[in-house]
Structure formats: structure tokens, C-alpha cells
């Protein structure tokens, strides 16, 4: 069975969400076109545009601003993964050329990707093989913070207890 994750964010944040997202389902590159006109992107640099993207429980692509929260592409609801996505932008095709597990409100882990990959193939878009940027989150069982694990260094940086090896938001 396909891992889901709930949002583990900021309540304040779930209680301020707008009744509609401005989302929009990826089924093909016309979808990314219609959403660069639409919400008036501008690209972050040369042709490509980054959006929050999520992969919904019945394995489809939803994007967003990229200044959106990805509670609000999910429009509430668990995930089978989260973060950012970069989209270039060329005369003749669009591809994906960044694609990251970073959302602190899901923490997904990077074995997601097995989802993401899924939803991707369904686009025909062109992407890479995983995700070119991986996150490793973590909960310190000590004091309750939230960490991102660089260089395989686990001990929170709030507290510098020593964390989990394992993914353990819900224990």
C-alpha cells in the first residue's frame, strides 16, 4: 500500500485557508501552459517557472503558486507527496528539470518518489529519474522541532538531541 502523509503543519495555517485553491491539474504540458497565462507566472529564471506541487491520493499532479502553502494545493487532504517542481519552458516542449521532496507542512520522505514518478509518466512531460533534491525530515523525539537532516547529521538543531534514524512524525 502507496504511504499517505497528512499534513503535520501550522494550525494557523489550515484555519486561514482560502475556501478555493487555484490549483490546477496536470494532466498534460497544455495544463502548464494554461496555468504560466492564467496565474500570470514569470518565469524564476530564464524559461522556467517552479510551482508547489503535490501528488493527490488518486496519484495526480496538482501545482500552485510556488508562494503557496502545499496544504492549500491538497486543498486540505493527505498526500502521496509534496514540494517543488521546475517547469522549462521551451518554443516546442516543456520539461521538468528540478523536482524536490521540500514541504515542511507534509514532510514527505524521499522515497516518494515512487508516487511521484507514477503521476509524472501519466503527463508524458519529460523528467528526471528521481528527485534532484532530497530532504530528510525528522521529528526530535526531545523537544517536539521539526529538523531537516544534512550530511547525515541527526541531532536537532534546536535541542541537539540525537534524532531518529527513521521517519517518525506520527509515532
Not at 489550515?14 to 504540458?29: F, G, Q, T
Not at 529564471?45 to 503535490?54: E, G, K
Not at 525530515?137 to 537532516?149: P, S
Request: with cysteine.
Amino acid at each position: 500500500m502507496t504511504k499517505q502523509y497528512k499534513y503535520i503543519g501550522s494550525q494557523d495555517i489550515i484555519d486561514n485557508l482560502p475556501e478555493k485553491s487555484a490549483r490546477v491539474y496536470v494532466n498534460a504540458a497544455k495544463d502548464i501552459l494554461e496555468w504560466i497565462k492564467d496565474s500570470k507566472q514569470s518565469p524564476e529564471y530564464d524559461s522556467c517557472y517552479i510551482a508547489t506541487f503535490i501528488i493527490s491520493t488518486d496519484s495526480k499532479l496538482w501545482i500552485n503558486d510556488r508562494h503557496s502553502e502545499h496544504v492549500l494545493c491538497a486543498n486540505g487532504k493527505n498526500v502521496l507527496s509534496a514540494g517543488e517542481i521546475t517547469f522549462e519552458v521551451g518554443k516546442n516542449a516543456i520539461e521538468i528539470v528540478a523536482i524536490s521532496n521540500q514541504s515542511t507542512g507534509y514532510c514527505p520522505e524521499p522515497d516518494s518518489w515512487a508516487s511521484v514518478v507514477i503521476a509524472l509518466r501519466n503527463t508524458k512531460i519529460p523528467h528526471p529519474d528521481d528527485f534532484t533534491s532530497k530532504f530528510i525530515f525528522r521529528k526530535c523525539d526531545n523537544c517536539g522541532q521539526k529538523n531537516i537532516v544534512k550530511d547525515d547529521w541527526y541531532f536537532c538543531a534546536v535541542c541537539d538531541a540525537p534524532l531518529s534514524q527513521t521517519w517518525n512524525f506520527y509515532i
